[in-house]
């Protein structure tokens, strides 16, 4: 079966794109300016990024807030309309994380046969099926739709992304962090949200799918570096965020990822917390940390950690840090392993000397 593409597939193509596959589409990894021109565009200006490959979920109707809490582990009563929130959808039995997830609250619609309001759930690519069909078994009073198809989905990001973005849209440039929008841009309906996963500021932009090389166009033409998904791999491991599939994942909780704070305990029941309260109590066995190399040289997915000749961990995701210019990574390290302390990573046989940080490698 042929790999899916995004609305804006022709415009990488003419860019001269290097398209790979993400989660069964075909995507743009990344542009002749390079992987490290467009991480750097991002960090000290503003990069714009295809990332319609992520689902779009629509939920609605009665049950659609109640449906969500049931079946996600962060507690939606901490926000309202209006704004967005980072969950995880949690398996049943041993509460890893089946995906992790942005859910979009675009209204409250009181109205008499759609009074639960109107939800956006954002899963990653490859996961959208596996999230539809567990909301869809959530609750008969909701409307669960995957209309992924409908819209193509772009990130801009960095420190001059609001600034660029609002010579195109004020309106969209003044949708703050985690809020969420319907704004009209250069007369195309979108909705506007204050998210991103690359450690900067900056929003999502949900367009139909027929507008998508308009509103890219004029981004671009307004000085924002279209970058491939390959920078924002970069961009969100210096930020030290998850990645499904590697930090997230089958036998990964919240707990052993350090995001301990996506399962809101004192909500109510939800789908994986019998299995994660065990883990709570009984103190997870692994836990998430950064490693800083002192050299170039990246650690990769799968070397193995060591403190003297005792293994204790593995390496989930590693690479050069464009910012700092040396290797870094994040392991799934036993919990005695301190930070500041020195370790080994063995990379096909030679010891990588590093040492143990906060994942964060770069900002605040």
Avoid at 85 to 106: E, G, K
Wanted: include cysteine; aromatic fraction near 4%.
């Amino acid at each position: 079966m042929a790999n899916k593409q995004s609305p804006l597939h022709d415009v990488h193509v003419a860019a001269d794109a290097k398209l790979v596959d993400f989660g069964g589409w075909d995507m743009p990894v990344a542009y002749p300016s390079g992987t490290v021109a467009e991480h750097m565009a991002c960090r000290n200006d503003a990069a714009i990024f295809d990332v319609s490959h992520l689902g779009t979920v629509r939920v609605t109707g009665a049950g659609a807030h109640d449906a969500l809490q049931w079946s996600l582990s962060n507690d939606l009563n901490r926000i309202a309309a209006g704004a967005a929130q980072y969950t995880h959808l949690l398996d049943a039995d041993d509460a890893s994380v089946t995906d992790d997830i942005i859910v979009w609250w675009l209204s409250d619609d009181n109205s008499d046969d759609n009074n639960g309001g109107i939800y956006d759930v954002i899963p990653n690519a490859s996961n959208t099926d596996r999230v539809t069909s567990v909301l869809k078994q959530a609750a008969d009073n909701i409307s669960v739709e995957d209309v992924t198809s409908t819209r193509a989905l772009l990130a801009i990001q960095g420190p001059n992304a609001r600034s660029k973005l609002a010579e195109v849209s004020p309106e969209a440039a003044a949708v703050g962090r985690f809020k969420v929008a319907e704004v009209a841009i250069n007369g195309v309906d979108t909705i506007v949200a204050g998210t991103g996963y690359t450690g900067e500021d900056g929003v999502e932009i949900a367009i139909p799918v027929d507008a998508g090389e308009l509103i890219w166009n004029a981004l671009v033409t307004a000085g924002v570096t279209p970058a491939g998904l390959g920078a924002r791999d970069t961009l969100r491991l210096e930020a030290g965020l998850p990645l499904h599939g590697h930090e997230l994942g089958p036998g990964i909780t919240p707990l052993q990822a350090g995001l301990s704070w996506v399962a809101r305990f004192d909500k109510g029941d939800f789908r994986g917390k019998a299995p994660l309260e065990a883990e709570q109590q009984a103190g997870p066995h692994r836990i998430m940390r950064g490693l800083l190399c002192d050299t170039r040289r990246p650690p990769r997915d799968g070397c193995e950690v060591l403190r003297s000749d005792e293994r204790i961990g593995t390496v989930t995701s590693g690479n050069f840090s464009p910012v700092l210019g040396v290797g870094i990574a994040l392991a799934l390290l036993d919990p005695s392993v301190e930070l500041g302390e020195d370790v080994i990573i063995d990379v096909r046989g030679k010891e990588m000397p590093a040492k143990v940080v906060k994942p964060r490698f770069v900002g605040n």
